[in-house]
């Protein structure tokens, strides 16, 4: 079946009104992955959650709230939890500030929300970190990222939604 994503999605999660939009229909997405050339795939392949709105790949064409993509939803979420923990700038910061002073807050970003796609059985440690590692310049050194996977597989992230309707 096919979906109108010409217009964003609304959901509602933690008493909030969170955006989905897909890549193609954003023009700051556009502009962004200019910016962001070294990173293949950016528009067809990555989500990116930035303050409460999420933007999803050019590739899909159900609905972003399908349950095939339930996990990445989950993952995406945590971001906009961050986004109102740290503020904007400091997330834009961990994004695109450069390595030498932010890399460690880009992998202290990505840390939890990638654990929940391990958790959820989406990835193993050992392909999480290779693709931190490939796809966010490298935050941390890959068998660091891991290590830290492995050790906290089993910890409880205390973090779970449920989507109870939409609009558009
Ligand atoms: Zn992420």
Do not use: C
């Amino acid at each position: 079946m096919s979906y109108n994503h010409s217009r964003p999605t609304y959901i509602k999660f933690q008493g909030r009104t969170v955006k989905l939009v897909r890549k193609d229909f954003s023009t700051f997405m556009k502009a962004l992955n200019i910016v962001l050339f070294w990173v293949g795939g950016f528009m067809d392949r990555y989500w990116t959650t930035i303050g409460d709105t999420i933007y999803y790949p050019t590739w899909i064409t159900i609905s972003p709230l399908s349950d095939s993509f339930k996990r990445i939803l989950g993952h995406e979420l945590m971001h906009v939890e961050q986004f109102h923990k740290y503020g904007k700038f400091l997330m834009a910061l961990g994004y695109l500030g450069p390595p030498f002073f932010f890399f460690t807050f880009r992998w202290k970003i990505e840390q939890r929300p990638w654990l929940y796609s391990i958790q959820n059985g989406a990835y193993t440690p050992e392909v999480a970190a290779g693709i931190l590692h490939q796809a966010y310049a490298r935050p941390w050194p890959k068998r660091w990222m891991q290590a830290w996977f492995e050790k906290h597989i089993n910890e409880d992230l205390e973090f779970s939604y449920d989507i109870a309707g939409y609009w558009q």
